[in-house]
């Protein structure tokens, strides 16, 4: 659980965060979405005091984040950062312990995790434990900047725009590894991006920013069918908000009794996405099934269309 | 290696075209000098001007003989070979078969018993060694050798010169019989002169690290600082060593301490002060451009990670500064292992003693006894911190 309570940050005469407040749910995906100057990045900084606020108090647990000096603070906040900031100089291996090493972790502790991370992210810890940084793909790169930023089982991690070097392709897969990874670590995740569909498609809950004032912080469903202000739909985009609206809905979640002739869908895939099927199939309903084969009802094109409407 | 060489060689018209224009240069100088100049000068003492004697007066006919083919093939080499490997090794054998002649000519002019008579490397000698020199030079840097193989080598030829001379190869000539008159003291200036070079050093590095660091941190003192740094740069040598003379001279005179510590306005304590004040730009300049090359993302991630602010600074921006920083440190010792030698004008000895004393007594080779291991010092210390900068940054590519 993060408080951030009325987070302000002054630079000379300008004001960067304006009086934020919110309530970040344990074990959730929380995204802080903006233009470029809108303070998303300040007041994820002053999350891990990065950043000092002028005024305004972070609770992390209940315990005010001034309570123990800042670089202790942060040895338990995890920290990706675009680009991913490895060291240059280190081996993966070395990059990703840097945590655990700065804990006084046993060496035995440290080599475990680290193998334990490589095998999560799909890196092979015969090939890539001792490569340095420079040898690795981009998106090989990103997964250790974030495999070293959970070595230490932070309970919290910070992303500052994570995926934005990454083509999209690479950046797809690093989403979904993220959504992962969270569910496997039950990590709470604040995330700043400036892409609307990343956030739609991570988080739990969105803080729009503009101008460094927080104008809305709800779910993403909210924001689509009750903006706060016409900044947040123009934000959230008007033009295929209802798109966007099934895309945050499951098959599994909506599904009704009944049989049906049509495409089998799983019940992971969002509306959007059976709609899209059951167009290209010219069929009127699909089949819900789930991975073992048993049928979990089904989805018609008129249910869909009504999950589309605020 | 022959058989590259051999197929190289010019057997055709199109192939004379191609004459290698540094080898053609180094070899017309070689070949003048053979004709012009004495190869090695014979002097009834140390301080009368000399007779030159050539080669043929002083080597028997065979080895005369073999010197000029030897010479002859490291020329063609030098023309028309294009494998660096020929290159390389013919002109590593034609220095050594230069200095074995010249050790050869002072064997058969040096009448037995006699320390009086001179025997010194003429003209020809010197323009052979640097053209031979740079035509090996041309051709190791054309192999493009890795760092660990370029030290390798600095200490095998080092060691080779050390184990001729200790077997005493050179003994009758006229640098040697220099040395071993003055054998006491060349090693008591020789670690004068090291300990002048490294003291400033060392002084320079633990001044300049922090005030790069801080030059880093705060901007608003760079532009002071930095234009300090190059004023005291650009005044000369001796006119420092005379500003620092007063000032010194009355700490002497105030406190008695600093006068039993040696700290005088003449004699080593002027000069180590120099040195430190020269050294200063380098090691700062190269400290701020080393730390602004540092990836601001993984200075912001360690700091993002719960490194402390030393952590940070020593673990990762003074290693990934490194290299740039040891490219200071380079430019510092070839610039102190020089200038220490202008040291001895003012009592701080070292081994521009000799070259002084030389110059005062109009005795060439004592200038030489000076010169000689100062050159070869500083080439080895800019080679080994070339090969040290090298391999730090290949790291870190």
Redesign the interface.
């Known amino acids: 659980m993060i408080t951030v309570e009325s987070l302000t940050k002054c630079y000379g005469g300008a004001t960067v965060v304006d009086g934020v407040s919110l309530a970040i749910e344990r074990n959730s995906i929380t995204a802080i979405v903006g233009t470029s100057g809108s303070g998303k990045s300040t007041l994820l900084r002053m999350i891990?005091r990065?950043v000092e606020p002028t005024s305004g108090r972070v609770l992390l647990d209940g315990h005010d984040t001034r309570d123990e000096p800042a670089?202790?603070?942060?040895?338990?906040i995890g920290?990706v950062?675009?680009?991913?900031?490895?060291?240059?100089?280190r081996t993966v291996a070395e990059n990703i312990a840097?945590?655990p090493r700065?804990l006084g972790w046993d060496a035995r502790r440290i080599e475990a995790r680290v193998r334990e991370l490589l095998e999560v992210f799909s890196l092979d810890p015969a090939t890539y434990a001792q490569a340095?940084p420079?040898q690795l793909s981009g998106g090989q790169q990103q997964r250790v900047?974030v495999a070293?930023?959970l070595a230490a089982e932070p309970a919290v991690l910070?992303m500052d725009e994570p995926f934005g070097a990454l083509d999209p392709i690479i950046r797809t897969k690093a989403q979904e590894d993220l959504l992962d990874i969270q569910r496997r670590f039950a990590t709470t995740v604040v995330l700043v991006t400036h892409d609307m569909d990343e956030a739609f498609r991570l988080a739990d809950h969105v803080a729009v920013m503009s101008g460094g004032r927080l104008l809305q912080y709800d779910r993403p469903a909210v924001l689509l069918t009750r903006p706060a202000d016409p900044f947040v739909s123009r934000m959230t985009g008007l033009a295929d908000r209802a798109m966007r609206l099934l895309s945050l809905v499951t098959a599994g979640e909506v599904a009704l009794p009944g049989a049906s002739d049509g495409p089998a869908v799983a019940p992971t895939a969002s509306l959007r996405d059976v709609l899209s099927e059951l167009l290209w199939c010219g069929a009127d309903s699909a089949r819900v099934v789930d991975a073992d084969g048993k049928p979990r009802g089904r989805l018609t094109v008129a249910a869909i269309l009504a999950h589309g409407r605020p | 290696m022959s058989s590259a060489g051999l197929r190289a060689l010019p057997l055709s018209g199109a192939a004379l075209t191609r004459i290698d224009p540094l080898g053609a240069v180094l070899t017309a100088a070689g070949a003048a000098a053979l004709l012009f100049l004495p190869f090695v000068v014979f002097k009834s003492n140390r301080i009368v001007p000399g007779d030159p004697r050539s080669l043929m007066e002083v080597l028997p006919a065979w080895g005369a003989l073999g010197f000029a083919a030897l010479l002859a093939a490291a020329a063609v080499a030098a023309l028309w070979v294009a494998d660096a490997r020929v290159r390389l090794v013919l002109a590593i054998a034609g220095v050594v078969a230069v200095a074995l002649a010249a050790a050869a000519a002072g064997d058969a002019l040096t009448p037995p018993g006699d320390k009086i008579v001179r025997i010194s490397p003429g003209g020809a000698f010197w323009v052979l060694i640097v053209a031979l020199g740079l035509l090996a030079t041309d051709a190791a840097t054309r192999l493009s050798p890795g760092p660990a193989q370029r030290v390798l080598f600095l200490a095998g030829s080092l060691a080779v010169v050390v184990l001729a001379l200790a077997h005493g190869t050179f003994d009758h000539l006229s640098v040697v019989r220099e040395y071993s008159v003055n054998a006491v003291r060349f090693a008591h200036e020789a670690r004068q002169h090291l300990k002048l070079a490294f003291g400033s050093l060392a002084a320079a590095a633990v001044v300049g690290l922090p005030l790069g660091v801080l030059c880093h941190r705060i901007p608003r003192v760079r532009p002071g600082i930095l234009a300090t740094l190059n004023v005291i740069e650009t005044i000369p040598a001796i006119a420092l060593f005379g500003i620092l003379m007063a000032p010194l001279g009355a700490l002497a005179a105030a406190v008695p301490l600093a006068d039993r510590l040696g700290i005088r306005g003449i004699g080593a304590a002027p000069a180590v002060v120099a040195l430190f004040l020269y050294s200063l730009l380098p090691i700062v300049a190269n400290t701020v451009a080393g730390l602004t090359r540092v990836s601001r993302a993984a200075v912001d991630a360690a700091h993002g990670m719960g490194m402390t602010g030393w952590q940070v600074l020593t673990k990762v921006e003074l290693i990934l500064a490194l290299p740039v920083i040891l490219t200071g440190v380079r430019v510092v010792l070839v610039q102190n292992i020089g200038m220490v030698t202008v040291a001895a004008l003012i009592g701080g000895g070292g081994l521009g003693a000799f070259v002084f004393q030389g110059i005062g007594q109009t005795a060439i080779d004592l200038v030489l006894l000076g010169a000689i291991p100062i050159v070869t010092l500083a080439f080895s210390a800019a080679l080994v911190l070339d090969a040290l900068a090298e391999v730090l940054d290949r790291v870190k590519a």
């Not at chain 1, 950062?81 to 100089?89: A, D, K, S, Y």
């Open positions: 891990n990065l670089y202790l603070l942060r040895r338990r920290y950062i675009q680009g991913n900031g490895l060291f240059p100089h840097t945590v700065l340095l420079y900047g070293r930023a910070l």
